[in-house]
């Protein structure tokens, strides 16, 4: 009997460790943690402190927010400056900043939940769930506005969509296309309004994304697929086929099975009017000033139609939410108890380059599938590993995600133009722990 009570304790330490292992990667946040215990110092976050301030009393930021974070343990969130400069209103860690292109990667990864539920492969060709688009290269552009074309040398697959090399709305066709919108937009006047929710360019009408797509797929190719780094418009057509092949919205796929799971309960493409406040003014550094911008794209969030929501911007939120994400790539696809995608999923997302050595993102820029690798001869600040992942939105905000040294990075901006502050930042970031 003794035998047998030895060997339900042995197998019950057994499970207890295994469960253990299992749940070794943070699922929260620790705030308030201790430095020493995390490897860091108060001497060295007023460092960063210092820094933050200066951008902000020599007129480079009307406001910031700063967030690191080492194995699941945050050492460093603090905003700076002002929401409302006009109005004296603080900066806080609160608040929400338009995200722009940081909407492309939880795209990226609600596709690549579809992947895991095998309704669709990388390397399927978009043709299969999508006969529209168009299998020509485009060459020149006739007089009348019709492109001259020749058959593409490679079908175009998802995993060009996800790497910016799809060829979509690229070249001569690219160029072509922002003419006519410029056409429109002049007859239409100046004051004539987009419909709601962040749109590429700021404009457009349609309902619903589909109708954009459909319209987009009308147009060949601007280079084959997978020859070239052609940044955004991909990013749309992906988020289409989010909502082709689930059934659903982008924005309910995206709010069940990525935003609600990881308790991202602020991040979304809209709000009620009781959250405009929530939102950072825009203001630009023109020659040594802040000048205040427009701040249509957080306007546009509040709205009683909200059907329209694109893949490649869109999102807004506080940077604490945004965290979560980053974390649970960190945590190779798990946070808050919830797995999003598998390890080996995000190792395929974040090891792999998908561009060719030569591309229009410079000397040895490399992307995956959602994301800019890092390596050698490309990173922002000296101190970032070669096994670095990220990206980043229009006006300032970025993100990196840092496997080798275990920590996930934040800076946000609300600014339309300003100075490149986020190296420095990222600089004295890693120099916490040196």
């Not at 329209?308 to 939410?321: Q, R």
Request: net charge positive.
């Amino acid at each position: 009997m003794k035998k047998i009570y030895l060997s339900i304790a042995l197998l019950a330490a057994f499970n207890c460790t295994v469960a253990q292992q299992k749940s070794a990667v943070p699922q929260e946040l620790h705030y308030n943690a201790d430095l020493k215990a995390a490897g860091t110092s108060d001497a060295k976050t007023k460092r960063i402190d210092s820094l933050l301030q200066s951008f902000i009393d020599q007129k480079k930021a009307s406001s910031i927010v700063g967030f690191v974070a080492k194995g699941g343990n945050v050492v460093y969130n603090k905003a700076f400056g002002y929401k409302d400069v006009e109005n004296n209103v603080p900066a806080s860690v609160d608040d929400y900043y338009i995200l722009f292109s940081q909407t492309k990667a939880v795209t990226t990864v609600a596709f690549m939940t579809l992947v895991e539920k095998g309704l669709v492969s990388v390397d399927d060709p978009v043709s299969k769930y999508f006969p529209e688009i168009s299998d020509k290269v485009a060459t020149a552009v006739k007089e009348d506005g019709t492109f001259e074309t020749r058959p593409v040398k490679t079908p175009m697959t998802f995993a060009h969509l996800m790497s910016h090399s799809s060829g979509i709305g690229a070249g001569v066709v690219g160029k072509a296309r922002r003419a006519e919108m410029e056409k429109r937009n002049a007859a239409a006047g100046s004051n004539a309004p987009a419909g709601p929710g962040q749109r590429t360019g700021g404009v457009g009408t349609a309902k619903y994304l589909k109708e954009e797509m459909i319209a987009l797929a009308k147009y060949p190719l601007g280079f084959d697929p997978g020859s070239e780094w052609n940044y955004h418009i991909s990013t749309n057509m992906l988020a289409y086929m989010v909502e082709l092949i689930s059934g659903k919205s982008l924005r309910e796929y995206v709010k069940t099975t990525i935003l609600n799971p990881l308790g991202m309960t602020e991040t979304d493409w809209y709000y009620e009017p009781s959250k405009m406040n929530r939102f950072v003014k825009a203001y630009s550094d023109i020659d040594g000033k802040l000048v205040p911008q427009s701040n249509k794209y957080s306007e546009t969030t509040i709205s009683t139609d909200q059907t329209y929501a694109e893949g490649a911007i869109g999102l807004n939120g506080p940077i604490g939410d945004y965290a979560k994400f980053c974390q649970m790539l960190l945590n190779k696809g798990e946070f808050n108890g919830k797995r999003i995608l598998k390890p080996e999923t995000i190792e395929l997302m974040t090891k792999v380059n998908r561009l060719p050595a030569e591309n229009s993102g410079g000397k040895g820029f490399q992307f995956g599938l959602g994301f800019e690798l890092y390596n050698a001869e490309k990173k922002p600040a000296p101190e970032v590993s070669n096994t670095a992942f990220a990206w980043g939105g229009l006006y300032g905000t970025e993100y990196i995600i840092d496997p080798e040294n275990n920590m996930i990075v934040l800076f946000y901006l609300n600014m339309p133009k300003h100075e490149p502050l986020y190296p420095r930042f990222l600089s004295k970031a890693y120099q916490l722990f040196k």
